[in-house]
């Protein structure tokens, strides 16, 4: 028979696992995937990305009570053909 302390754990691990199980989205980040962008302005679709190099990525993240700030510089190498 399972003490209260032990099961009160078990119930917990149970839950944390339920709560990731169910709570987990993909994430995409650095060319994984499609920005969503508004109905008016449409969905981003870069073109001809395969040629572009990212060389360089700095994150800044500046957290405070009610918001976060969140600054991103990236430096990128084109390595394709000019195009006109």
Same mark, same amino acid.
């Given at each position: =028979?399972? @003490? @209260?302390?032990?099961?009160?754990?078990?119930? $917990?691990?149970?839950?944390?696992?339920?709560?990731?199980?169910?709570?987990?989205? *993909?994430?995409?980040?650095?060319?994984?995937?499609? $920005?969503?962008?508004? +109905?008016?302005?449409? $969905?981003? &679709? *870069?073109?001809?990305?395969?040629?572009?190099? =990212?060389? &360089?990525?700095?994150? /800044?993240?500046?957290?405070?009570?009610?918001? $976060? &700030?969140? !600054?991103?510089?990236? +430096?990128? /190498?084109? @390595?394709?053909? !000019?195009? *006109?």
């Amino acid at each position: =028979m399972l @003490t @209260t302390m032990r099961r009160f754990y078990l119930s $917990a691990i149970i839950f944390g696992l339920l709560l990731a199980v169910i709570g987990a989205q *993909p994430l995409s980040a650095n060319w994984g995937g499609e $920005a969503g962008g508004s +109905v008016a302005a449409g $969905a981003f &679709k *870069p073109i001809g990305a395969g040629q572009v190099e =990212m060389l &360089k990525e700095d994150l /800044h993240i500046r957290l405070y009570r009610d918001r $976060a &700030k969140v !600054e991103v510089d990236y +430096v990128l /190498h084109n @390595t394709g053909e !000019e195009l *006109p």
